[in-house]
């Protein structure tokens, strides 16, 4: 009923309307063939709230969509996304009705999470604080006197280099200290989101591809005017989304691998999620202006205390006393695929540190969602259902890594019963344009227990 409302509510509004006869034209609405790329796009009418702030890599809503039809839920149910990111998963079951709870280690995407799924601000005080707070800027800026406001040294270290030029950033922290300064514990963390998307889309000097880097610098920027675009954006979305019923969803900060830290045993129905792949991609590099801005990392000291609670998925985060590998010490194909590696490597001649850590980064990725399954079994209800997008890889020199069926050989081992793995859609790899599946791999927890000793290693894990 609340999915039925919200949608009917949504396409009704003239702005919406206006997105939604541009699409028919573009006939995004056709089913389109798997290889086609706006298979994970974000669809028109999916806009509120996910809009505010999203990963480059973020899954789509429509997908969840599907995976809350395939399973029957409902609001009689609790769904789980342990790897949460920016909240697709929590969003699109709160739009539904249907109680949710995420986990994400990130810091900002954490926040943003949180902010996404708070729709109890007034559209009108958000704006109308929004006002306020752009004329106090204006006024600061035009009677500053003095050097240009920076970040601290520290902080400038663990940027891209060139990541936000000097008057821009001038502007975007003196905006920041007139949130702080008038905005309530009600207003301001949607104030501040508004600034890290508008920072990345528009202010700042990033680009977004297959990886993060830095464009042309601009001279200057209308911060201003762009942060009101994006608090106008979120007001709009606020006066449909607050008009739903209202649904039990939280966020978590912690770590996938840990979760019997943040919840109770028996009490999760259903798991929808993306985790990171294993590859050379740092995820950390997509947040590291706003994550700074914002004040969630401020030297390289909390940049490492971060990549330590994320699943080893590069080598940027690997480190000495990470022992998640003897999870799959047994696993014949890990093992393969990092003696695969390892091989090739000295074949080609690469002596890199970073090279010399793509066996070791693909076992403690594997070994790390073991880890995380074993982990979130007793935190499974009876019958629970599990779906989780992951895609191939030939990230590690070429090597082909059948990331799906490799993790439900692991939850198999664990004693999860494995359903099926669907192909979701095909990505073409930017280094050698083959064609790479992405699927959903859909397990089921009995809760009878492993009916035998897990296989993949010699400990008693």
Known sequence: MAKAIFYSTLVSQPFFSTILETAASLDVYSTPPLGRRDRNQMQAEDQAAHRWYRFILSFPPHLVRDCIDKMGLGPQHRVLDPFCGTGTTLVECKKQGIPSVGVEANPMAHFASGVKIDWSPSPEELRHLADQIATATERAIATHTGPLRQLSEEAQKVLLKGSISPLPL???????????????????????????????????????????????????????????????????????????????????????????????????????????????????????????????????????????????????????????????????????????????????????????????????????MACHLAGLRSRLRPGAQLAYVVGDQKSYLQVMIRTGHILGEIAEGLGYELLDIDLFRTRLASATQEHIGEEVVRLRWSGDGPKRPYPYSDLPL
Request: glycine share 4%.
């Open 170 to 368: 001038h502007k975007t922290l003196l905006l920041l200290d007139q949130i702080y300064d008038r905005s309530s514990l009600f207003t301001a963390p949607h104030l501040r989101l508004a600034v890290a998307k508008a920072t990345i889309d528009s202010i700042s000097n990033l680009r977004f591809g297959p990886e993060v880097g830095v464009k042309k610098p601009k001279a200057d920027a209308p911060v201003l005017q762009l942060w009101q675009q994006q608090v106008q954006q979120i007001a709009q979305d606020l006066s449909l989304l607050n008009s739903l019923p209202p649904t039990s969803t939280r966020v978590e900060q912690g770590d996938a691998r840990q979760l019997q830290r943040l919840l109770t045993p028996a009490s999760i129905d259903a798991v929808i999620t993306s985790p990171p792949y294993p590859n050379e991609k740092d995820y950390t590099r997509t947040t590291r202006l706003e994550s700074v801005l914002l004040s969630f990392v401020e030297n390289k000291a909390q940049l490492k205390q971060l990549k330590q609670a994320l699943l080893r998925s590069n080598t940027r985060n690997v480190y000495t006393a990470d022992q998640d590998d003897r999870w799959v010490a047994r696993h014949q194909g890990v093992q393969q695929i990092a003696a695969t590696i390892e091989s090739r490597r000295q074949a080609l001649g690469k002596t890199s540190g970073f090279s010399r850590l793509y066996p070791r980064a693909v076992k403690l990725y594997f070994g790390g």
